[in-house]
Nanobody, 124 residues
Framework: QVQLVESGGGLVQAGGSLRLSCAASERTFSSYAMGWFRRAPGKERKFVAAITRSGSRTYYSDSVKGRFTISRDNTKNMVYLQMNSLKPEDTAVYHC?????????????????WGQGTQVTVSS
């Protein structure tokens, strides 16, 4: 089963940018749909963005559309989340997730494998 490791989180001022990376362990990485989710303190895990196996289609929550960009490089077994114009309400632990059937979904329960998460803190 694929293993996922996120990196790239940190502390940034409002209006700044961060790029999150998620490294996958398997050569079959390209068979997984991939997603990013976030969990703010005291709140449920929420969908942020998702990408199809080939990377040809992307999906975003309304709260990040136009500011965040998800991408993947199947040659490197990597998925990325470029976050621009960050706001304090973007503060959360961000997790990448893999969906083994290859179907993109916004539902956390449909994803089979999760990374440990990386903290993003946006100061005002």
């Amino acid at each position: 089963q694929v293993q996922l490791v996120e990196s790239g989180g940190g502390l940034v001022q409002a209006g700044g940018s961060l790029r999150l990376s998620c490294a996958a362990s398997e050569r079959t990485f390209s068979s997984y749909a991939m997603g990013w989710f976030r969990r703010a303190p005291g709140k449920e895990r929420k969908f942020v963005a998702a990408i199809t196996r080939s990377g040809s289609r992307t999906y975003y929550s309304d709260s990040v559309k136009g500011r965040f960009t998800i991408s993947r490089d199947n040659t490197k077994n990597m998925v990325y989340l470029q976050m621009n114009s960050l706001k304090p309400e973007d503060t959360a632990v961000y997790h990448c997730a893999a969906e083994s059937s290859g179907l993109v979904t916004t539902t956390p329960g449909e994803y089979d494998v999760w990374g440990q998460g990386t903290q993003v803190t946006v100061s005002s």
